[in-house]
């Protein structure tokens, strides 16, 4: 079994449409991050959560919003999904120790009409 | 903020070398980070640098001269599963989060 886990792993939707993107994981990691990847622009951070309580805008957050639900779930939120939101999103974790050393999960491909 | 440059793609023949580069500009560099994805799949990590020099783990190697902000992943003996795209990513200290900013990756194709 995956260690991060997103769900859904394909999803097709239409403009206008609130879609949420699932992530969880059993590494016991307290740091989770929401990424999006499109061809020629690489990983970019949209959120990052170190703890339950704890939420951050990352480099492109507009759009979306995301909530830490237990240690182990973090998810992310397109309220009014649109066109230029069709990507590849990453969920990952990491631990204190190794704060960079990123576990990705396999990743939800989102196209919105 | 930060830019990271590295080529968009490169080839490479099944058992040679290949040195893919990353250059850096950031304000508060606190390490340098490359990451391996395979297409279709997730990124996994490679390798990490903190301090000037070579780090080498068995046919991987990634170098790093902070004063010149740049680095580089070399790949010896190539084999076909080789291929992927290789990510830099730069840690920055200046907002305190550590947080990664990734290069925009290097498509490698090792070919027979």
């Known amino acids: 079994d995956a260690d991060v886990t997103q769900t859904p792993r394909n999803r097709i939707t239409k403009t206008g449409k609130r879609i949420m993107l699932e992530c969880s994981q059993t590494?016991?990691?307290?740091?989770m991050y929401w990424y999006r990847q499109d061809p020629g622009l690489g990983l970019r951070l949209i959120y990052y959560?170190?703890?339950?309580?704890?939420?951050n805008k990352g480099e492109i957050s507009d759009g979306y919003s995301v909530s830490r639900q237990a240690q182990a779930k973090f998810s992310l939120s397109l309220e009014s999904a649109i066109p230029n939101q069709t990507a590849l999103y990453f969920c990952?974790?990491?631990?204190?120790?190794?704060?960079?050393?990123?576990?990705f999960g396999d990743g939800t491909r989102l196209s919105i009409l | 903020g930060q830019n990271i440059d590295q080529p968009t793609e490169m080839t490479a023949t099944e058992g040679a070398i290949v040195q893919i580069n990353c250059t850096y500009q950031?304000?508060?560099?606190?390490?340098l980070f490359w990451y391996q994805q395979h297409a279709g799949e997730a990124p996994t990590f490679l390798s990490y640098n903190v301090l000037d020099g070579l780090e080498e783990k068995g046919r991987f190697s990634s170098f790093l001269s902070r004063s010149k902000g740049y680095s580089y992943l070399l790949l010896k003996e190539l084999q076909m599963k080789d291929s992927a795209s290789y990510l830099c990513a730069v840690r920055d200290s200046g907002a305190g989060s550590y947080q990664l900013t990734f290069g925009k990756g290097t498509k490698l194709s090792v070919i027979p």
């Open positions: 959560s170190f703890d339950v309580k704890d939420i």
């Open positions: 990952a974790t990491s631990d204190s120790i190794t704060p960079s050393q990123l576990h």
């Open positions: 590494k016991g990691h307290d740091r």
């Open positions: 950031t304000s508060g560099f606190n390490g």
